[in-house]
T-cell receptor, first 112, second 114 residues
């Protein structure tokens, strides 16, 4: 059973479209991280959300942490080919900060 | 500030062989974590090293072993390679063992087992 479920698993869209990626769990997390990974590279941290209901923006990317801290979303506005990559969420479970729990990732392709 | 580096970048081995992968941590970081990543999937935690000792292990068999050196660089050793060991192996360094500490990843070593 995957502790952090990411959806969709694959997404192929046209340049200029909007999209949302979801990261869901039945467990409570003290923090949740979003990473982007490009081919041939390791994951790079985009943002960490720690407060229920928190919203963070990074240019065209908007990250939200659910009120109950069990889920998070990443919304990209007007996607560009440079957004192509694997988007990963990873979380620290409340009461257990020894291990980072990873989702399986969303593979995004933005076509020009 | 030097980032995390890994060597080699690519490696091809045959079943039954042994492999050693290397990681140099970012300056100032004392903790190294190793991950296995299958194509298009999230990283799977192998183990973590802190001050030259293993500090936590994922669901990987004993033929996956590691070392950390006094300069905090690390090695991942895999014995008796199997076809399913083909993957991208990532190391990440951080300034502490808590999962709250930001991890900085290297570019990975792509291992192919034939």
């Amino acid at each position: 059973t995957q502790l952090l479920e990411q959806s969709p698993q694959f997404l192929s869209i046209q340049e200029g479209e909007n999209l949302t990626v979801y990261c869901n769990s039945s467990s409570v997390f003290s923090s949740l991280q979003w990473y982007r990974q490009e081919p041939g590279e390791g994951p790079v941290l985009l943002v960490t959300v720690v407060t229920g209901g928190e919203v963070k923006k990074l240019k065209r990317l908007t990250f939200q942490f659910g009120d109950a801290r069990k889920d998070s979303s990443l919304h990209i506005t007007a996607a560009q080919p440079g957004d192509t990559g694997l988007y990963l969420c990873a979380g620290v479970r409340a009461g257990n900060n020894r291990k980072l729990i990873w989702g399986l990732g969303t593979s995004l392709a933005v076509n020009p | 500030e030097t980032g995390v580096t890994q060597s080699p970048t690519h490696l091809i081995k045959t079943r039954g062989q042994q492999v050693t992968l290397r990681c140099s941590s970012q300056s100032g970081h004392n903790t190294v974590s190793w991950y296995q990543q299958a194509l298009g999937q999230g990283p799977q935690f192998i183990f973590q090293y802190y001050r030259e000792e293993e500090n936590g292990r994922g669901n990987f068999p004993p033929r996956f072993s590691g070392l950390q050196f006094p300069n905090y660089s690390s090695e991942l050793n895999v014995n008796a390679l199997e076809l399913d060991d083909s993957a991208l192996y990532l190391c990440a360094s951080s300034s502490g063992t808590s999962a709250d500490n930001e991890q900085f990843f290297g570019p990975g070593t792509r291992l192919t087992v034939l």
